[in-house]
């Protein structure tokens, strides 16, 4: 799925003191397919223009085009359908539901229709390594098992989108290193547009696009060439 952005503006108002613009007239588009990485200082915008993009929030101005239909002007009814058929969302912390078992939290998007997906949770936990502890809790598992669950659960939709949003920031080294490895995998296998936010350099050199905000708006965008 390719993403488009028209000229999107995020504005907010303090209760008191002058307008502050997160994101200013950004415009960029990202294609099928490819990994891309938003980088930048702290307050940059970073999360703000993933919110956007996952339609989780509206621009004050400007348009987000998925496959060139404008999807910012949606009500939410509409915008909640899309985020369930076309996006999955990967964060910072795993946001597992505590009382849940691994597998129940891997089927929690579907959870209408989750008899149709057990075969694919299945295939999932087996492919990311954590199908011995379906049916542990989340509290059982170590941060790198949740964060691969949290993985499996923004997968089981078959997304065209996945947005992350500082994925592995909470892991050790070497763990993030082998939650990062298996996210590209997994992605590129499954051909989906990724769009990814982080501080580390080690995952953003694993992206085949870096852009860097600042204040808001987009000030450097490359091809990575530290891709072998």
């Known amino acids: 799925m390719k993403i488009t952005l028209e000229k999107v503006t995020k504005s907010y108002q303090p209760a008191a003191g002058a307008e502050v613009n997160a994101l200013t007239a950004v415009t960029t588009s990202f294609d099928a397919g490819a990994v891309t ?12 223009l993933l919110h956007i993009i996952g339609l989780m929030d509206r621009p004050t ?7 060139s239909v ?29 009382d849940f078992t691994v597998y129940e939290n891997v089927l929690l998007p579907l959870w209408d229709e989750k008899h149709k997906h057990f075969e694919r ?6 492919q990311l390594g954590i199908h011995g502890r379906k049916n542990h809790l989340p509290h059982e598992l170590s941060g790198g098992e949740q964060q691969r ?14 947005l992350a949003d500082e994925p592995t920031g909470n892991l050790d080294t070497v763990t993030g290193a082998r939650v990062q490895d298996i996210m590209f995998e997994e992605c590129r296998k499954r051909h989906m547009t990724v769009i990814l936010v982080t501080h580390q350099e080690s995952l953003a050199k694993k992206a085949d696009r870096i852009i860097t905000l600042r204040d808001g708006i987009i000030t450097e965008d490359t091809e990575n060439e530290n891709l072998s």
């Open 37 to 48: 990485a938003i980088v930048g200082p702290s307050g940059a915008g970073k999360s703000t």
């Open 61 to 67: 101005q400007g348009g987000v085009y998925f496959d």
């Open 70 to 98: 404008d999807c910012s002007g949606l009500g939410e009814f509409r915008k909640a359908e899309l985020r369930r058929e076309k996006i999955g969302f990967l964060f910072q912390m795993h946001y597992l539901l505590p």
């Open 121 to 126: 949770a299945e295939s999932l936990l087996s």
């Open 149 to 162: 669950a949290a993985l499996a659960r923004a997968l089981i939709n078959e997304p065209s989108l996945l």
